[in-house]
């Protein structure tokens, strides 16, 4: 008897340790350390001055598992710029406004949120994000609409309905993937131009060559 116990407590404690590892495993982080991104943000009506907000920068500072270190800057309508260190934490639901979500979700799919409960994705879809057709994700909460960049997680626009205001934030710049030229990567673009402007001049040698 004493021995069945305790391959039921040993079992147990395997177990205990096996469903955080499986939960954790199922959180993708799809940030690194140095990616930034920039937002231009509009509001009508009346905001409280701390909603007051024209322009906001998120840059990730540093990842460890589902920890997400980010320096937040905020401008504000009066010029005064607000700088914090925020920190996340996307298996405990420590997401400040959002701000990062699991990456790779589908629609029907869910994520936690310490203040909110659990948000379901309510559809995928392509969008136009920093001059790039990108896949997204989106929800909504009782107040706002979300969308996120569906491979990175990182919140890209958002319309928000509250007391008396409504407040408009959509991402304007970021180093996390690059504006097409002509349809084009830029490295490609750029790698053709500087292919095509090298056979011209190699032509203008031997045409002038020729000539003399």
């Known amino acids: 008897m004493e021995r069945k116990l305790a391959l039921i407590t040993a079992g147990f404690i395997v177990l205990i340790g096996i469903v955080p590892a499986a939960i954790s495993a199922d959180i993708s982080v799809g940030v690194k350390q140095g990616d930034w991104i920039e937002y231009q943000v509009t509001y009508t009506g009346t905001p409280p001055e701390s909603h007051a907000i024209t322009w906001a920068k998120m840059e990730i500072v540093g990842v460890q598992g589902a920890i997400i270190n980010l320096n937040v800057?905020?401008?504000?309508?009066?010029?005064?710029?607000?700088?914090?260190?925020?920190?996340?934490?996307?298996?405990?639901?420590?997401?400040?406004?959002?701000?990062?979500i699991p990456a790779?979700?589908?629609?029907?799919?869910?994520?936690?949120d310490e203040h909110v409960g659990n948000i379901t994705i309510s559809g995928v879809e392509q969008r136009t994000c920093v001059g790039v057709t990108?896949?997204?994700?989106?929800?909504?909460?009782s107040q706002t609409m979300f969308y996120w960049d569906r491979s990175t997680g990182v919140f890209v626009e958002a319309s928000s309905s509250l007391n008396g205001y409504t407040?408009?934030?959509?991402?304007?710049?970021?180093?996390?993937?690059?504006?097409?030229?002509?349809?084009?990567?830029?490295?490609?673009?750029?790698?053709?131009?500087?292919?095509?402007?090298?056979?011209?001049?190699?032509?203008?040698?031997?045409?002038?060559?020729?000539?003399?």
């Open 134 to 141: 990108r896949t997204v994700v989106y929800a909504s909460t």
């Open 167 to 212: 407040l408009n934030s959509k991402a304007d710049k970021t180093n996390m993937w690059q504006p097409r030229i002509f349809g084009l990567d830029p490295t490609v673009f750029y790698a053709l131009v500087i292919a095509a402007v090298t056979i011209l001049v190699v032509i203008a040698f031997f045409v002038m060559r020729r000539k003399k």
């Open 104 to 112: 790779n979700l589908n629609s029907g799919g869910t994520f936690f």
């Open 73 to 100: 800057t905020t401008k504000f309508s009066n010029g005064t710029l607000l700088n914090e260190t925020v920190t996340l934490n996307l298996e405990t639901g420590q997401l400040g406004d959002e701000f990062i």
